[in-house]
């Protein structure tokens, strides 16, 4: 995918983007739904304790997530999860998030609000029930910090068991994280508290 050719940040780590606590709470609070199993992260980005991820040696996308978190092995009885795949190829994700959605899975992902592109027209456009989309750009984390300036939008697609053939949009508010002084006087950033 040449989404990215522009960019000057190294190929290796393009992807290799952290969403903000706060974006993940304000997700799950919008849904009333805990997600139990992060589909495609590291354990340093993962958003729950139980996830996959290339430093486990997990291929997410050769995993049947419905067997394996609701009837097999990990978080048994999980029956929602979370994903903010490689924004650099999301085709591969959106199209297994679609597949174990009809298996029984919610799956809520983080992806870039690209509407006119395949991908999004053939694996979310009338194939996830719900996208939110959020109300400012995120700043994804990079080494624990927020880097502003995201050039594109995103959106929260959620695939469920039961589709209607429209996806229903709405708009969600992403709390911004509060900057606060710590002992030495170096600004941190750290969330807001509900």
């Known amino acids: 995918m040449k989404a990215f050719s522009n960019s000057t940040t190294p190929v290796g780590v393009r992807d290799m983007w952290e969403t903000p606590p706060e974006v993940f709470r304000a997700i799950q609070y919008a849904i009333g739904i805990p997600l139990g199993h992060d589909v495609c992260a590291m354990a340093d980005t993962a958003k729950t304790e139980s996830y996959w991820g290339p430093d486990k040696g997990d291929d997410a996308l050769e995993i049947d997530w419905y067997a394996e978190l609701c009837g097999g092995r990990g978080f048994k009885g999980t029956m929602a999860v ?64 927020p880097v502003p300036g995201n050039p594109k ?42």
């Open 82 to 145: 979370f994903m903010n795949p490689p924004y650099s190829d999301p085709t591969p994700w959106v199209r297994k998030a679609a597949e174990e959605s009809e298996n029984g899975l919610i799956v809520v992902g983080l992806v870039i609000d690209d509407r006119s592109t395949k991908w999004f027209q053939n694996h979310v456009e009338g194939v996830a029930s719900l996208a939110f989309v959020p109300d400012r750009r995120i700043s994804f984390l990079k080494n624990g910090r």
């Open 153 to 194: 939008p995103s959106i929260f697609p959620i695939w469920t068991p039961w589709r209607t053939g429209h996806t229903q949009y709405a708009r969600i508010s992403i709390p911004r994280a509060v900057k606060r002084r710590s002992a030495n006087s170096i600004t941190i950033p750290v969330a807001e508290e509900s």
